[in-house]
């Protein structure tokens, strides 16, 4: 048997929501949309990870999502312009990540981060 991927399923009856945040900020694709459930991700960009944590690091909250970019200062950018508020950072981590948190419209913690290269 071979994982080929695991999704995060946010319940919400406001499904309309995620676009702004995911789509229009985040600038991820809408895969799948039957009204009921909307999927978004990025083209040939699929991997399969699950992280457990007792805290976020840095003694930050544990983060409800991590969702790595390319450019985590244009991702902060996009997320202040779109009116999102930051709750943590950006920060550059010991462990080697530029990171921030923001909330998105679920109420859910996002850690937006990218690796240092």
């Known amino acids: ?8 399923n946010i319940e ?16 991820l ?7 009921w459930i909307a999927t978004y991700g990025a083209s040939g960009e699929m991997n399969v990870q699950i992280s457990f944590a007792s805290q ?8 409800d999502l991590s969702i790595e970019v390319d450019d985590v200062d244009e991702a902060l950018a996009r997320m202040k ?14 462990w080697g990540v530029r990171r921030f948190y923001v909330r998105d419209p679920f109420g859910k913690l996002v850690n937006v981060l990218a690796h240092a290269e």
């Open 1 to 8: 048997m071979k994982v080929k991927r695991i999704v995060a």
């Open 81 to 94: 312009e779109a009116g999102f508020p930051i709750e943590y950072g950006p920060a550059d981590e010991p």
């Open 29 to 35: 694709e809408l895969w799948m949309d039957h009204g």
């Open 56 to 63: 976020g690091g840095s003694n930050t909250p544990t983060p």
């Open 12 to 27: 919400t009856n406001r499904i309309e929501d995620a676009a702004r945040f995911y789509r229009d900020a985040l600038g």
